[in-house]
């Protein structure tokens, strides 16, 4: 496999076109919007220079990478693809119907997979005439740096597939770790109620953001505090990710904290806005 194919231009998306183009693939990047791919493509461009003055990549190497990526509006960019990266947003219909498409578009032996960080990959398959092709290949924010790789099986996921995959994260230079379908899978199950708690334990009046991340990067050796890294995921993204928590495993331990509802909805959404439990500079 040489040819990717990856849908959506955001956070995830550019950094998952990034890798494959580091490592020599062909790689579409596909967004109904042209806004999105052309700061897409900047930020690709500028990630790439700052590899090149940590001495990661070489100048010539950073324009044979840019040189990899081409960009589509339309989902016929997955037309030679070999494999299909799914980043668009975290939204279950809107995955469903882009799955629906892609089956028509992409060439029947094709693999498609998605970053989805919480919806159920077997749900996402039965939109398909190929489930068995269908995994998750689910990224880290940054992608560029963050080693691990969660694959996820379907309940009709083939070992064909599932072994093609992890050796395509390994050919990226990623760690894969193979799970199996289940709401959040292993990180955000694990990760998503611990911040999650620390949201109550602010809107509670327990402490501030900044005392709940000191307590926790201190004190538990953790790189991040968990509001700060709930502003770099994005705080609508850990909302929908609870919300499918929730609902799919039916415990209110998963029950999203209201002050994170009022957040999201006042638009402080973490990084990419600017606010979010944190004030951040462009």
Known sequence: MSRVTVVGAGTMGNGIAHVFAQHGWDTVLVDVSPEALDRALKTIAANAERQVKKGVLSAADRIALLGRIRTSPGLDGAGGADLVVEAASEDRDVKFRLFRDLDRVAPPAAVLATNTSSISITAIAAQTGRPGQVIGMHFMNPVPLMPLVEVVRGLATSDETAHRVVEVAKALGKTPV???????????????????????????????????????????????????????????????????????????????????????????????AGQGFYGYRD
């Open 178 to 272: 193979e799970v199996h379908d289940a709401p959040g899978f292993v990180s955000n199950r694990v990760l998503m109620p611990m911040i999650n708690e620390a949201i109550f334990c602010v809107m509670e009046g327990v402490a501030s953001p900044e005392a709940v991340d000191q307590v926790m990067t201190l004190g538990m050796n953790h790189p991040i505090g968990p509001l700060a890294l709930a502003d770099l995921i994005g705080l609508d993204v850990c909302l929908a990710i609870l919300e499918v928590l929730h609902r799919d495993l039916g415990d209110d331990k998963y029950r999203p904290a209201p002050l994170l509802r009022t957040m999201v909805a006042a638009g402080r959404l973490g990084r990419k």
